[in-house]
């Protein structure tokens, strides 16, 4: 029996992955009560540990819940560690599960201490007005914490801890409408203008911000490529990668995007085409051979793009926006230069589908209709009449 990285799951002399698990003693006999299985809810075989690790969690919950253990002495703390971290840890991405650390504080350090039981509306509701009008926090940070809040007691009732979320009764936070700024043509030509490319780390710059904007593509995406996914010879850029990366040695690049419409291949233009060939050369000659976004063959922070951009914005005295907005500044670029048709755009963001490129990118389609204004023209012909047919009685009727 061979172990994983997973506790409780293990492998065969076949290699074959199960779990085994521990629930705890029968009251009636004495005898430890265990969980054994190589197969799912459904009956499939697992295929990998991470698989097994997620039933072996489920079979947990299951049977913590058909047999009711309540602990009403078990504080809100207690249960985020022990309870609502593992289960939420099962089936969310790295990534993720790293991100909503500092949220999960947020709310350990607001109920850690209370009885999971004592929690009262009163308390949520005083914890939503903080968040919105006190907090150092952003709307859509706080609609996004007391979601979670909500969320949590969701699970708690559903393994029978409590009655009914209290939280429910208090509105949810609405995420406010998140403004993201971007760079015009003109804008993103005095950032070019600014960087001077015969120094090789500014020349990384250089790329990075050209290849985000020329291409649409997510801060990850382009954070994951390698240049065996750059195809110079036919002009195309194949997006199957997305970063997930802790620190230069532990990091990952995983084969799929953030959605499945995300893994797609994208044209490139000549000029970007050329100013790749280029720095493949030049990378080359620095003994960089994979990250296309990268000084070295070690993966660039996210945080590198948001300084690369920052640094160039404020010499090009222009708007210092964030990585997302040069993605926003490639679809202004497509629709106000090439009046690009937003199917075009859609499939060039990995879109499931134009509905969703509309919803959040409708506000920069604002000359679509200057066509239509000028056929519009003239096109209405009518002769005004000599006199009026009407008889208008009391205050309607208005003469000079």
Excluded at 115 to 136: A, V
Excluded at 189 to 205: I, N, Q, R, T
């Amino acid at each position: 029996m061979g172990k994983t990285k997973y506790s409780g799951v293990y492998t065969d002399a076949k290699g074959k992955y199960f779990y085994q698990i521990e629930m705890g003693v029968d009251r009636a006999t004495g005898e430890r009560i265990q969980r054994k299985s190589r197969r799912d809810a459904q009956g499939q075989p697992f295929a990998t540990a991470y698989a097994a690790h997620k039933e072996l969690i489920r079979v947990k919950h299951e049977y913590q819940l058909s047999n009711g253990l309540i602990n009403y002495n078990l504080t809100y703390g207690e249960f985020i560690e022990k309870t609502y971290k593992p289960y939420y840890k099962s089936f969310v991405e790295n990534s993720t599960w790293l991100s909503r650390q500092p949220t999960m504080k947020i709310l350990t350090d607001r109920f850690g201490e209370m009885k999971l039981r004592d929690i009262e509306g009163g308390d949520c509701e005083q914890f939503r007005i903080w968040l919105l009008n006190d907090s150092p926090y952003s709307q859509a940070y706080s609609s996004l914490t007391y979601t979670m809040f909500r969320t949590t007691l969701d699970y708690a009732v559903t393994l029978n801890f409590l009655p009914q979320n209290i939280a429910k009764r208090t509105k949810a936070i609405p995420k406010g409408k998140a403004v993201v700024g971007f760079w015009t043509k003109d804008e993103f030509e005095a950032v070019l203008s600014k960087v001077y490319c015969d120094d090789f780390y500014e020349h990384m710059c250089f790329v990075m911000l050209w290849v985000y904007y020329m291409t649409g593509i997510r801060v990850s995406e382009g954070l994951a490529l390698w240049w065996s996914d750059v195809d110079l010879e036919h002009k195309k850029l194949r997006i199957h990668h997305t970063l997930d990366m802790r620190n230069q040695n532990n990091w990952t690049r995983k084969p799929y995007t953030k959605t499945v419409e995300g893994m797609r291949t994208i044209s490139l233009d000549d000029d970007t085409v050329a100013v790749l060939t280029e720095w493949k050369a030049v990378q080359e000659a620095h003994g960089v051979k994979h990250f296309v976004m990268g000084a070295t063959d070690k993966p660039t922070y996210r945080s590198t793009v948001m300084r690369v951009i920052s640094r160039y914005a404020k010499l090009a005295d222009v708007a210092d926006i964030q990585g997302k907005g040069l993605r926003h500044s490639h679809v202004s670029y497509l629709i106000n230069e090439f009046n690009a048709n937003v199917l075009h755009v859609s499939k060039r963001l990995g879109h499931s589908s134009p509905e969703i490129t509309l919803k959040h990118y409708s506000h920069l389609w604002s000359r679509g209709d200057e066509e239509l204004a000028e056929k519009m023209s003239g096109n209405i012909k009518f002769e005004s009449a000599t006199e009026s047919g009407v008889d208008f009685n009391g205050n309607q009727s208005i003469k000079y």
